[in-house]
C-alpha cells in the first residue's frame, strides 16, 4: 500500500498524461447493447483516466485521483467532472438505471477524517425537461488502524423518473475527494475505480409496451404522475 501511495505521489507531480489529439470517442461494437460517446480530452481525464468497455459497462481506473494531508489541514483533489455525451441503446430500449460503483483505498493516522463526494445526473438528449441527478457522499473519520478500502455507490433509477423514454442521454458522473489532517495527524485518499453500469429492459421498449397490458398502464401511470 505503500508502495501505491508512493506511486500516486510521483504520478501527480508529473501530470498525467493527455492523449495526443483530442478526439470525440463512439465506443459502440456490433454487439452492444449500451453505447457511449465521449471527448478523450475533457479535463477530467487528468484525475480519472479514460474509460475502457467491460462488456456494456464502463470502467476507470485512475493513476492519480488522490488527496493527501500531512498536517496541512483540508485538502481537496477535484472535483473531476466527466461527460458521456451520449449514452443510448441502439435497439431502443429503455435504460432503466444507471448505477456508478467506486472503490477507494485510504488511511487516518492519529485523527482527522476523509471524504469522498459522487455527483451524478441523466439528462435526457431527446427531451431537455428529462432530468435525473443525486448526490452521495462517504464521510471517514478516527484512526485507521493502517491502509484501508471503502466503497461508494449511487444509482439513478431513468426510465421510472423520465416523461418519455429513456435511450439516449447525456451522463455526467463527478468525483470530489478530501482528506483533513491537523498537526501530527496524517490523513489520505485515492480512488482506485470507478465502474458505470446500466440495467435496461430485454427488448425495445414499444415491443415491450405492447406485448404487456400491465406494462402499457404502469407506464401511462408512470408518464402522468409526472405531468
Known sequence: MKQLLTLAMTAGALGAVMPASAALVTD???TAIVCYEYDNAQAAVALTGLPTRV???MQFTPASFLALSNGAGFVTAGPANFVFSRVWTPGGQEIVSLTVNEEFDYE?????DVRATLYMQARSNLVSSDSLSNIWSLPIAGDSGGPQIANLSGSLLTAASFAQAANDMRVTIQDTLRANAGAGQLAWIQKKFTLVTETVVPVPAAVWLLGSGLGLLGMARRRQSLN
Open 28 to 30: 459502440c461494437p456490433i
Open 55 to 57: 462488456g456494456d459497462d
Open 108 to 112: 487516518i493516522v492519529n485523527g482527522g
